[in-house]
Each structure stands twice: as C-alpha cells, then as structure tokens.
C-alpha cells in the first residue's frame, strides 16, 4: 500500500509563507503547490493559522489560490471549525480536515461540523489531560476518537488516526512510543489510517531531515498508512519508495526501478 503524504509547505508559520499571504503573492504559493504535488504529495496543506484575525479570509484565498494550479485534494487545517466549514465549502475535491481531538472544547464543535461531511478526518490522540504518555494511553483515546466519529457516520476508512509523535530532544523514549502506539492502533482498530507530523520527531536537535528520513521505514513496517511531510526532500521520498520495496510492497520492484530510471533514487 503506497502510504498518503500531506504536502506540509504551505503554512503561515514559516516565514516566506507569512509573508506570501500577507503581501497576496499567489505566484509564490502557486509554485509551491504545484511543485508538491509534482514530487508525489497526494494532500496539499493549507495552514493559515499564524494570522488569528485574518485567518478565515487567509484560508480562502490560499484555498482558492491552490486549486487553481492543482488537481490534489487540500488537507485544511485550522482549529476553528468555523474557518474549516468555509474553506470546506469552497474544495473543489473531498478534503482532509485537521483536526478533531478529544478536547472538550473542540470534540463537539468538530463533530457537528464533520457531520455530513464528504471528507477525511484527521484525529489526534489529545485530550484534556495533555499529550499520551504510553502506547495504552495513545490507543484508549484512537479508540474513543474512532467511536464518536462512527457515531456520527464517518466511514472507519475515512479516519487518520494520528498518535502525536513527540521529539526525542525532550525524552529519548518518544520514538520507540510512537512505534508501539502505531503498533497498537494498527492491531486494534485495523479499518481505520494512521497519520503523523513526521517531523516533530526531530524538533530542537541538528541534521533534522535524516532523523525523519530514518523514521520512515521503521514506521511503513509497523503499518503507517500516511505522513505529513516536506515532499520536496529527495532523499525522504526516496526512503519511502524503497521502504516499500523492502518490505514486500512493490511487486516486481516495479515503483522502485521507475524512480531509479527517473533519478529519484539516490545512488
């Protein structure tokens, strides 16, 4: 199975990006777009969060602004259920919504606006009490995610659950949690997807990109249907195409050879 990738470059908390949508400069974001979804990213994210007052009219320019170069869907990713139901209103392809959790003041304002609604889901594992601390923890809140959202008639295969990957600068141990908390979730809730924000793995330390590229494969093994993810790093989609391969994903190796003729596939 070729996991999903979210294209996360389009978010106002980098700097060109802020400053992209601020000044109205479409032919930056347009370029940014096309050349994800040219590198393999099947989502494109659009993320105007930064912009507290601004952000519903951020949101639909960027929206309006990405499909007008690409046929990818949009991952829309806001924590306004407000802010998601306009740009919702506007995707042109059924999106992806970022992100419902178990938040008591976000659970329900989330779940009357997902009702009805032709689209993905992603769930973090978070409630109240702050962020999981064991792979159990992670997977009793998938499994309460998962229930209110067939609740409320969202298909199982429609749900990315996503077990919120911590950096291992804070505690060394938050790798090997997120491969068991995938494990689990993977073993008991096997209809729905799995998702995370690859690089929080590697926040606050150096050489960031070949932390995230060396999770990668440890992560395809354990069953990760998805990533959130910079489709622009060579070396990272190479790792995901050869994963695959490895792991008895690509018949005949055939994915594998037609990167390699393309030059996608580092030597």
């Known amino acids: ?15 060109t990006i802020h400053d992209a949508v601020k000044q109205r400069d479409a032919d930056t974001i347009r370029q940014l777009a096309v050349a994800q979804e040219q590198a393999g990213a099947h989502y494109i994210d659009v993320n105007a969060g930064t912009g507290i007052a ?12 990405v499909q007008s170069v690409c046929d990818a869907p949009l991952c829309i990713d806001s924590p306004s259920p407000k802010v998601l139901e306009a740009a919702y209103d506007l995707a042109r392809r059924p999106p992806m919504i970022n992100s419902i959790s178990l938040e008591k003041n976000r659970l329900d304002p989330m779940k009357a606006f997902l009702k009805g609604k032709a689209c993905g ?6 409630d109240d009490t702050g962020l999981p601390g064991s792979a159990d923890a992670i997977l009793e809140r998938a499994a309460r995610l998962v229930d209110h959202l067939t609740a409320i008639g969202m298909p199982a295969e429609h749900i990315w659950i996503d077990p919120l990957v911590q950096p291992v600068s804070t505690d060394t141990g938050h790798g090997k949690l997120a491969l068991e908390a995938v494990t689990k979730i993977v ?4 209809d729905v997807n799995t998702i995370c924000g690859l690089s929080n793995i590697s926040f606050g330390l150096p050489c960031r990109r070949g932390i995230n590229r060396t999770l990668v494969p440890m992560l395809l093994e354990r069953g990760m249907t998805g990533f ?10 190479a ?5 695959r391969m490895l792991l008895g994903q690509d018949d005949y190796c055939l994915a594998f050879m037609e990167a390699a003729g393309k030059g996608e596939i580092p030597g």
């Open 1 to 15: 199975m070729t996991p999903t990738l979210v294209g996360e470059l389009i978010n106002t908390s980098r700097t």
């Open 54 to 65: 601004s952000e519903a009219v951020d949101m639909a320019w960027l929206v309006e602004t």
């Open 121 to 126: 889901v992603i769930a973090l594992c978070m």
């Open 187 to 190: 073993r008991h809730l096997p």
């Open 228 to 237: 959130i993810c910079d489709p622009l790093d060579r070396h990272l989609m």
């Open 239 to 243: 790792a995901v195409k050869t994963s």
